[in-house]
Structures are given as C-alpha cells and as structure tokens.
C-alpha cells in the first residue's frame, strides 16, 4: 500500500503543530506569570512582608530559533526564603552566641547594625552573662535619651557630656545574645510548584481547543 500526502493535507499538519506550539508557549508564560504570584501571596500572607514577597521574579522566553519556550521562578532571597520553607535552627558561625538587636539598634540602608558596626565606630559594647531566665547581653553604658520636642517620643541615644548629664545616664541594651534560633516554617514553596505543574496541561489544551 503506498500512502501520498497531499497539499492540503501537509498545510493542516503544519498548522495544527504551530497552533500546539502557540499553545504552549501562552500556557508557559500564564504559568510562570501565576507562579510568581502566587508565591508573592504567599509570602504577605505569612506576614513576612512586600518587600521579601516582591524578591520573587519570573522570566518566560519565547519559542525561537527552534528552542521550546520556558519560564523560571526564582527568589532573590533564596536564603531567606529556604530558611522560612523549610523550618531550620541557626546556630552561630564560629561564636558562641547569636546577636539579635533589639528596637535600640538603629539602622543604615535598611539594615539594623552589628557588633562588629559598633566596634569600627569606637563604641564599646558591654558583655552582661546570662542571669536565670534572661539572656546574656551586649549593653553600651553612659547614654543619654534624645526626645523629640515635638512629639516627646524617643528618637534614640548619645553619649552623655557635660552638657546632658543633669539629664541622667543610661545603660541601653544593644543585643540579646542567644545559642540558637529557630526559624518556624510559614512557606510552602513546593505546593505552588506542584499547583503549577498540575494546572499546565489543563492551560495547553484549553488554549489549543480555543483555536
């Protein structure tokens, strides 16, 4: 039996692959689109925040030169992010203890000051042992509250002079210093992953019934 293919006939075929391949590729990029999302949502709803939802990019690329079309997902936090996916204990590197600052630290760029900040600016933090059930702390002695003339709300601390002493002298508490801590898991990475691969066909086969 000899089998000849005609005009029309290869015309539908090509047709048909490019309308798949369309298909594809607009399912590809509303999957990798919803993934971000959802991940982002998932994110301010733990209440951990826009700015750490937001470190969630998607990138899709589209089907040319013969490469299939694909989209990633990716955080620019990946260690925040592992560390709150999966519930891990973090220990201190190469100390003893792990130094978490309490609402006296204040921040540059975003970000609260370390020890290691205190000591490059010459203040010298006080080491205080743990006592029953507090902590051991690092304290700076000899400060004086700034309060806002304004709102008459404290806006930090200075070392005292000649000047503020009458004021009154305080030692403020820097940083609580613990063994270890615990990071609770509040994400579920893999179940948007798994939505996302479960939901993919259902997108392609819509997309090539529609035409």
Known sequence: MRVTVKGDLLKAMIAEANLID??????????????????????????????????????????????????????????????????????????????????????????????????????????????????????????????SRKTGRLRGFRFTTAKTRRRGVATVVMFMLIAQARVPKRLDVDAVERQASEHLPGLMIQRIEAG
């Open 22 to 147: 369309r298909a594809a590729e607009g399912a590809i990029k509303e999957t990798t689109e919803a993934t971000k999302l959802a991940l982002r949502a998932q994110v301010t709803s733990a209440g951990m925040g826009q700015r750490l939802a937001n470190s969630w990019r998607g990138q899709f690329w589209e089907n040319k030169g013969g490469v299939d079309s694909a989209g990633s997902v990716w955080s620019k936090a990946p260690h925040i992010i592992t560390a709150y996916d999966r519930g891990v204990v973090i220990r201190a590197a190469g100390g003893r203890y792990l130094a978490i600052p309490t609402e006296n630290v204040i921040r540059r760029a975003g970000q609260k000051l370390r020890p290691a900040d205190f000591a490059a600016a010459g203040i010298p933090l006080r080491f205080v042992p743990a006592k029953g059930s507090r902590p051991a702390l690092l304290v700076v002695d000899d400060l004086t509250a700034s309060i």
